[in-house]
T-cell receptor, first 113, second 115 residues
Framework: AQKITQTQPGMFVQEKEAVTLDCTYD???????LFWYKQPSSGEMIFLIY??????QNATEGRYSLNFQKARKSANLVISASQLGDSAMYFC??????????FGAGTTVTVRA | ETGVTQTPRHLVMGMTNKKSLKCEQH?????MYWYKQSAKKPLELMFV???????ENNSVPSRFSPECPNSSHLFLHLHTLQPEDSALYLC??????????????FGPGTRLTVT
């Protein structure tokens, strides 16, 4: 069974600063995908970034980057230059051989002006 | 319309009612999913459809009945629900069901309250 752990229930960050959201995962599979999603208070889950287990370079999408450390089984999300609109719940998710997407408990980010 | 749409956005129903949730994706995807999100719990996968065929039923009670008439539409039929079924129900789609390679795109969800 795969397990996703997000140990930070909530974080505060100052506008224009960077914030790192932690995610560790547990799987015995060699091929898997790691995802980060953003969920604003409106409820919609917004896909942010993807990292494949065989990708050698860390994924980046605009202000989002994924710090992938395979040996440590961690996939931290870094949001640079935080904006007020980044305030939301952030979920780490993983999928491997059983073709299901498993989500962590989430981290609430609050950006302060 | 673009992306994944869901209707209604909010639903209040009694335990004896029958209602349906609708999901439509405009992305040309082949796989569609229903998730349940309860307060303080991770998202729970309920059902998976790939090319209109149900491929996963994650031990969901029979009072939830999915229907997928084509690759673009997904329904969740509800009957004799319990108060603990109150939650946000999210629909998602992806290119196909090999979820380790393809991201899922979610709709805005239906906030269901069972009284």
């Amino acid at each position: 069974a795969q397990k996703i752990t997000q140990t930070q229930p909530g974080m505060f960050v100052q506008e224009k600063e960077a914030v790192t959201l932690d995610c560790t995962y547990d799987t015995s599979d060699q091929s898997y995908g790691l995802f980060w999603y953003k969920q604003p208070s409106s409820g919609e889950m917004i896909f942010l970034i993807y990292q494949g287990s065989y990708d050698e370079q860390n994924a980046t999408e605009g202000r989002y980057s994924l710090n992938f450390q395979k040996a440590r089984k961690s996939a931290n999300l870094v949001i640079s230059a935080s904006q007020l609109g980044d305030s939301a719940m952030y979920f780490c998710a993983m999928s491997s051989n059983d073709y299901k997407l498993s989500f962590g408990a989430g981290t609430t980010v609050t950006v302060r002006a | 319309e673009t992306g994944v749409t869901q209707t209604p956005r909010h639903l209040v129903m009694g335990m004896t009612n029958k209602k349906s949730l609708k999901c439509e994706q405009h992305l040309g995807h082949n796989a569609m999913y229903w998730y349940k999100q309860s307060a303080k719990k991770p998202l729970e996968l309920m059902f998976v459809y790939n090319f209109k065929e149900q491929t996963e039923n994650n031990s969901v009670p029979s009072r939830f009945s999915p229907e997928c008439p084509n690759s673009s539409h997904l329904f969740l039929h509800l009957h004799t629900l319990q108060p603990e079924d109150s939650a946000l129900y999210l629909c998602a789609s992806s290119q196909d069901r090999f979820t380790r390679f393809y991201e899922q795109y979610f709709g805005p969800g239906t906030r269901l309250t069972v009284t």
